[in-house]
C-alpha cells in the first residue's frame, strides 16, 4: 500500500465547477504540501500545511491531522487550472524527506 | 524572486555516455535534491545532500552519483547512460530545519 494516496487519478470538470481533490496518508508527518506541475513544465509548491485550512486566491487546502487526510480545493475552475496536482507529505523527524502521491491529473474544459 | 535553475530543460544522449545534470540554487539552502519523475510511479528520490560535500543514497541511487563541491550546485551523473533512465529529473531545495521545498522547472532526458 502506498504512504500517499491521491484520489481521483484523471479529473474532467467544466469551466466554473468547483473541484476538489484528495490526498490520504498513512504516516506521521511534519508537514503536507500541496504542488502544481504543468505540462512539460517544473513543480511550483500551492501549499504547505501542518494544520487547519490555507486559501490562497481560488485555492483552499484543508488538513485534518487526526483523519491524516487532506483536500485541495479549487473554486471557479479555469481551463488554466489544468494541472497535475501532486499531494507530498514530509515524514517526521529532521532527516524527513518528502513522500509523494502519484498525482491528479486535471482537465478544465472551457 | 527564489529559484532553483536546472542548465537544461530537454536532453538527449546515447547510451553509455556520461551524462552530468546540473542544479543551481541562489537562497543559500542547506538541503538539496534529485528526483525522477515517471509515469504512474510519481517522484521517486534518488540522491540528496544535507551539505557541502555530503550525500545520501536516496530509494533509487543504482546507476547514478552525486557530487556536491559547492553549497548552491548540486550535480546528478548517470556514469553510463542507458535507455532506463529516460525520464524526467527534478532538482529541489530546502533550507535546513523548515518544511519549504523549492523546486526546479526539471529536466527531461532521453537516452537513445
Known amino acids: 500500500k502506498n504512504e500517499v494516496e491521491q484520489s481521483p487519478q484523471n479529473l474532467t470538470a467544466q469551466e466554473g465547477e468547483f473541484i476538489t481533490i484528495n490526498c490520504s496518508y498513512s504516516v506521521g508527518i511534519s508537514a503536507l504540501h500541496w504542488l502544481q506541475q504543468h505540462p512539460g513544465g517544473g513543480i511550483v509548491s500551492l501549499f504547505m500545511l501542518s494544520s487547519g485550512k490555507k486559501k490562497h486566491g481560488r485555492l483552499i487546502a484543508t488538513i485534518n491531522i487526526q483523519e491524516k487526510h487532506s483536500s485541495l480545493h479549487i473554486t471557479a475552475s479555469h481551463p488554466r487550472d489544468s494541472a497535475v496536482y501532486i499531494c507530498a507529505v514530509r515524514s517526521g523527524g529532521s532527516q524527513g524527506n518528502l513522500i509523494f502521491g502519484k498525482g491528479t491529473k486535471l482537465s478544465v474544459k472551457p | ?112
Open chain 2, 1 to 112: 524572486d527564489v529559484k532553483v535553475t536546472q542548465s537544461s530543460r530537454y536532453l538527449v544522449k546515447r547510451t553509455g555516455e556520461k551524462v552530468f545534470l546540473e542544479c543551481v540554487q541562489d537562497m543559500d539552502h542547506e538541503n538539496m535534491f534529485w528526483y525522477r519523475q515517471d509515469p504512474g510511479l510519481g517522484l521517486r528520490l534518488i540522491y540528496f545532500s544535507y551539505d557541502v560535500k555530503m550525500k545520501e543514497k536516496g530509494d533509487i541511487p543504482e546507476g547514478y552519483s552525486v557530487s556536491r563541491e559547492k553549497k548552491e550546485r548540486f550535480s546528478l551523473i548517470l556514469e553510463s547512460a542507458s535507455t532506463n533512465q529516460t525520464s524526467m529529473y527534478l532538482c529541489a531545495s530546502r533550507e535546513q530545519g523548515t518544511d519549504g521545498y523549492t523546486f526546479g522547472s526539471g529536466t527531461r532526458l532521453t537516452v537513445v
